[in-house]
T-cell receptor, first 111, second 115 residues
Framework: DAKTTQPPSMDCAEGRAANLPCNHSTISGNEYVYWYRQIHSQGPQYIIHGLKNNETNEMASLIITEDRKSSTLILPHATLRDTAVYYCIVRVDRGYQKVTFGTGTKLQVIP | SAVISQKPSRDICQRGTSLTIQCQVDSQVTMMFWYRQQPGQSLTLIATANQGSEATYESGFVIDKFPISRPNLTFSTLTVSNMSPEDSSIYLC????????????FGQGTRLTVV
């Protein structure tokens, strides 16, 4: 069973911030929150990850709540190319542990 | 970052036949994974393939149906045997470098249609 729950779909206007939520209430102390996205007909692509502090890179920002039971991926200025399915995954950072993909959120960026 | 090439990119096959999907990586990696993505669904792990050992299959997947080879650190194959229309899916190869999830990379997938 997936360790995360996400809304099945969201719309966002082009140029606006897209905020994608994820619940991971059973996350363990040594598990990180990862975000991947899958653009149509491609393999999943890594976006960002974090343990408990907020993180930012050139693609997105990740906000993790203090209790670590939920997080939000923020795409600050969504473009049409950001239309994809976004997967929130929890897993340890190193060492083998099976990756379980949940159902993800299908983000549609609207012109 | 690892570059993964999958062949074929797509195929249409007759039921009862088998198809072998190839996954080639441009660097040596310890762990390779095979996923299935049924139409409109998320990714489901089929098996983990480490070089020099038998593949480890997830619940619901068996070696007779999905035999896997891992002859070296840059190559693996997945065979979908005795296919039925229910096997129509995208099959993806994935690798992790150094068992670090931030270094997990996926191939473009093989889109299989069984008629």
């Amino acid at each position: 069973d997936a360790k995360t729950t996400q809304p099945p779909s969201m719309d966002c206007a082009e140029g606006r911030a897209a905020n994608l939520p994820c619940n991971h209430s059973t996350i363990s102390g040594n598990e990180y929150v990862y975000w991947y996205r899958q653009i149509h007909s491609q393999g999943p692509q890594y976006i960002i990850h974090g343990l408990k502090n907020n993180e930012t890179n050139e693609m997105a920002s990740l906000i993790i709540t203090e209790d670590r039971k939920s997080s939000t991926l923020i795409l600050p200025h969504a473009t049409l190319r950001d239309t994809a399915v976004y997967y929130c995954i929890v897993r340890v950072d190193r060492g083998y542990q099976k990756v379980t993909f949940g159902t993800g959120t299908k983000l549609q960026v609207i012109p | 970052s690892a570059v993964i090439s999958q062949k074929p990119s797509r195929d249409i096959c007759q039921r009862g036949t088998s198809l072998t999907i190839q996954c080639q990586v441009d660097s040596q990696v310890t762990m390779m994974f095979w996923y299935r993505q049924q139409p409109g669904q998320s990714l489901t792990l089929i098996a983990t393939a480490n070089q020099g050992s038998e593949a480890t299959y997830e619940s619901g997947f068996v070696i007779d149906k999905f035999p896997i080879s891992r002859p070296n650190l840059t190559f693996s194959t997945l065979t979908v045997s005795n296919m039925s229309p229910e096997d129509s899916s995208i099959y993806l190869c994935s690798v992790e470098e150094g068992m670090v999830l931030t270094e997990a990379f996926f191939g473009q997938g093989t889109r299989l249609t069984v008629v």
